[in-house]
């Protein structure tokens, strides 16, 4: 029993010499603790600012697309505000004649794209009649015809449009008409020699041809040549017809 007791007493004064010793080589390393706990914060750091990194370029790549939408969206709705003021636009002379004659038509394509002044429109016309076309800021743009039962507009500057105008404040009657010279203007033709007409007169339809009504804006005169038996003159025109996708279709 002695022994015994005396082993224990040993075993106990082992453990607290063992736990002692432990004890003082935790306090004397301390440093490796400290170490340990900075290497894993400086870990934790990176990761935390590699991931903030990606989330970045995963924003910015976000807001880049939605920028791109956003300006897609503004571009149509400039071109969507535009074609509604240009379709507000209508002169007084323009609101006397629509009515049931008169209707907005779009243009499909060019029918030959070496030509544009011919183009084929989304118009089904029923009959041979020839048609005037308007264009959306009412100025007079060529005519409108039914061709293999598809509906084509002769802009100004084509071989076969021609109608009746008036030249000036003293109503000078003249045709338009084609002329393989000075692309850019009109040429206007057979207008009376006996007839008084200068350079800046304006041009406007006369509806003597039963194609316009009386009127519509065509353009100025730029220049003139005078012949024994008429006098032939060139019209600077107010439509563009390179840009128009939109015309009235005037049916009288």
Not at 6 to 28: G, H, M, P, Q, T
Not at 77 to 89: D, G, V
Not at 94 to 111: A, G
Not at 174 to 198: A, D, H, R
Request: aromatic letters at 14%; a neutral charge.
């Amino acid at each position: 029993m002695r022994k015994f007791l005396f082993f224990l007493i040993l075993v106990a004064i082992a453990l607290s010499y063992v736990f002692k010793i432990d004890e003082a080589i935790a306090n004397r390393l301390t440093f490796l603790n400290d170490f340990k706990q900075y290497y894993l914060q400086k870990i934790a750091d990176i990761t935390y600012s590699v991931d903030k990194y990606f989330n970045q370029l995963n924003t910015i790549e976000e807001l880049n697309t939605q920028n791109e939408k956003l300006k897609k969206y503004q571009i149509l709705h400039q071109e969507t505000t535009q074609k509604l003021n240009e379709l507000s636009n209508i002169n007084d002379n323009l609101k006397e004649n629509i009515n049931s004659n008169t209707e907005l038509i779009n243009v499909i394509s060019y029918e030959n794209f070496n030509d544009f002044t011919k183009v084929i429109l989304n118009y089904q016309k029923t009959d041979e009649k020839i048609s005037a076309l308007i264009t959306t800021d009412n100025y007079a743009a060529g005519i409108a015809i039914n061709e293999e039962n598809q509906t084509m507009g002769l802009l100004n500057g084509n071989k076969k449009c021609s109608y009746a105008v008036f030249i000036g404040q003293k109503k000078v009657p003249g045709i338009v008409n084609y002329s393989n010279e000075k692309k850019e203007f009109i040429f206007l033709n057979y207008i009376p020699i006996w007839q008084e007409i200068k350079i800046g007169d304006e041009v406007i339809t006369s509806g003597m041809d039963n194609v316009f009504f009386e009127g519509v804006k065509v353009g100025k005169i730029v220049e003139i040549e005078k012949y024994p038996t008429m006098q032939k003159a060139y019209v600077k025109p107010y439509a563009n017809i390179l840009n128009q996708k939109y015309y009235f279709i005037y049916r009288n």
